[in-house]
């Protein structure tokens, strides 16, 4: 069973960025979704941003919350079993606890997840 563990997580201030990182511990087929999802307290699981890539990793399909299009980023490096979240223009309501997520033919997996906390 792949394990996934998430790293960047922190307290930033609001207008800032962070750059999460989730690092598989074995290579994801490329048709295998990778994304990542937040939780916020009292508040259930969404999704954040999802990545799929074709088979050699050259072009990818992603895909992003309507409250962070524009802000973040995902993106994905086959060579280090890597996905990244890139979070520009951080807002308090971007405070959570992020989770790392990849659907391994149709079983999902996840990482235990990095607290974000966006204050002032």
């Known amino acids: 069973q792949v394990q996934l563990v998430e790293s960047g997580g922190g307290l930033v201030q609001p207008g800032g960025s962070l750059r999460l990182s989730c690092a598989a511990s074995r290579k994801i087929a490329s048709h295998n979704s990778m994304g990542w999802y937040r939780q916020a307290p009292g508040k259930y699981r969404e999704l954040v941003a999802t990545i799929t890539s074709d088979s050699a990793f050259i072009s990818g399909s992603t895909k992003y919350a309507d409250s962070v299009k524009g802000r973040f980023t995902i993106s994905r490096d086959n060579a280090k079993n890597t996905v990244y979240l890139q979070m520009n223009s951080l807002k308090p309501e971007d405070t959570a606890v992020y989770y790392c997520?990849?659907?391994?033919?149709?079983?999902?997996?996840w990482g235990q997840g990095t607290q974000v906390t966006v204050s002032s």
């Open positions: 997520n990849a659907v391994i033919d149709g079983v999902n997996v």
